[in-house]
């Protein structure tokens, strides 16, 4: 039998925080190499990097749910 629903929906979740965490490092480099050059474009990457910590929360809280309504499944 294949993976069920539910563990796939975890692996997908744990693809998406890898892939915010890989961009939010990439948004860190290029504000380190831009320095303050251009004032608008680290003001986007800041922008950038709250959303992602906004999105990152939303997340957790989302598995957190996900665990309870897996523990009420499996009693």
């Known amino acids: 039998m294949g993976e069920s629903r539910i563990e796939k929906a975890m692996k997908r979740i744990d693809a998406a925080l890898a892939r915010m965490d890989t ?13 303050d050059k ?14 992602h910590e906004k999105l990152r929360e939303e997340v957790a809280e ?13 009693n």
């Open 23 to 35: 961009a939010r490092s990439h948004a860190a480099n290029f504000s380190v190499a831009e320095g």
């Open 38 to 51: 251009d004032a608008s474009g680290s003001a986007r990457v800041m922008e950038l990097v709250n959303r």
């Open 62 to 74: 989302t598995m957190r749910e996900l665990d309870v309504l897996i523990e009420d499944l499996e």
